[in-house]
């Protein structure tokens, strides 16, 4: 599992690891994006939550991700970046290997999201960025000490250049392959 501010490279990771562990990457905000655009009952009722930048609330994430979640377990793991967003999904999703923190400051996450010429539509608007970064701390960032108090969480500094964080990310999973087979 993936967490990280917006902007923290989880985009850029996630798709990698999951080609390396020979998984399925989901990314929530994908599926999410897919079903408001599908125009789907469920998609409309997602819609409005995905234009203000807000946080699709837990049962309607649950609706989009639980599918996915089913497929992709069936298929022998997955590599998941977005979900869960809140404690309460997390314990929804229940046991994980390993969440992989992708840690970067709120400057160079502005500067990322600012910078981004492809995407969401509305990474580069300030207004949006601030309150994406809000929203992250508030509702997200908890999940640091619920999967720390756990012993699964790897904390990646994410302000490098992305060869280097894939370098990390992929010793810290070796270490878990090892800790876990051992």
Do not use: C, N, W
């Not at 990698?16 to 655009?37: F, H, I, K, M, N």
């Not at 979640?69 to 590599?79: N, T, Y």
């Not at 600012?114 to 539509?121: Q, S, V």
């Amino acid at each position: 599992m993936l967490l990280g501010a917006p902007g923290s490279g989880k985009g850029t990771q996630g798709p990698r690891l999951a080609e390396r562990l020979g998984v399925p990457y989901l990314s929530t905000g994908d599926l999410l994006r897919a079903e408001a655009a599908a125009g789907t009952e469920l998609g409309a009722r997602v819609a409005p939550y995905l234009e203000d930048g807000e946080l699709v609330p837990d049962d309607l994430t649950l609706e989009v991700v639980d599918r996915a979640l089913a497929d992709a377990s069936a298929a022998g793991g997955f590599v998941l970046d977005g979900f869960p967003r809140t404690v309460p999904q997390a314990d929804r999703v229940g046991d994980v290997d390993v969440v992989l923190h992708l840690a970067l400051s709120d400057d160079v996450a502005r500067q990322r999201l600012a910078a981004r010429d492809e995407g969401r539509a509305d990474d580069a608007d300030p207004e949006v960025i601030e309150h994406r970064l809000r929203v992250y701390h508030g509702q997200t960032a908890p999940l640091l000490d619920h999967y720390d108090r756990r012993g699964t969480l790897v904390t990646v500094d994410a302000d490098r250049a992305p060869a280097e964080v894939a370098a990390e990310l992929d010793a810290a999973l070796d270490a878990v392959t090892h800790r876990t087979a051992g």
